[in-house]
Nanobody, 116 residues
């Protein structure tokens, strides 16, 4: 069983930046596809970004493209989401997830709140 722990959330003004981290408890992380998802109050969980095991393939939701950057360091069992030019509509609980082919493992989430 792999545990994923997110950190880095907080309260920021619109236009500001935050960097989320996701640390995995196992080196099997290096073989996992990883992703970030978010869920705003009253809304369904939505995809934000994904990165392949070696970082060679990356994809973003249209809503964050050009503002967010996903990255990983397999030597550190860590994935990041750099979020720039944040908007109030980015307010949500952010979750990291990973697995061999599907997102089998999920973190507990970290709250991001963007004030206008």
């Amino acid at each position: 069983q792999v545990q994923l722990v997110e950190s880095g959330g907080g309260l920021v003004q619109a236009g500001g930046s935050l960097r989320l981290s996701c640390v995995a408890s196992s080196r099997t992380f290096s073989g996992y596809v990883m992703g970030w998802f978010r869920q705003a109050p009253g809304k369904e969980r939505e995809f934000v970004a994904t990165i392949s095991w070696n970082g060679g393939d990356i994809a973003y939701a249209d809503s964050v493209k050009g503002r967010f950057t996903i990255s990983r360091d397999n030597a550190k069992n860590t994935m990041w989401l750099q979020m720039n030019n944040l908007r109030p509509e980015d307010t949500a609980e952010y979750f990291c997830a990973g697995g061999r082919q599907e997102y089998d493992y999920w973190g507990q989430g970290t709250q991001v709140t963007v004030s206008s």
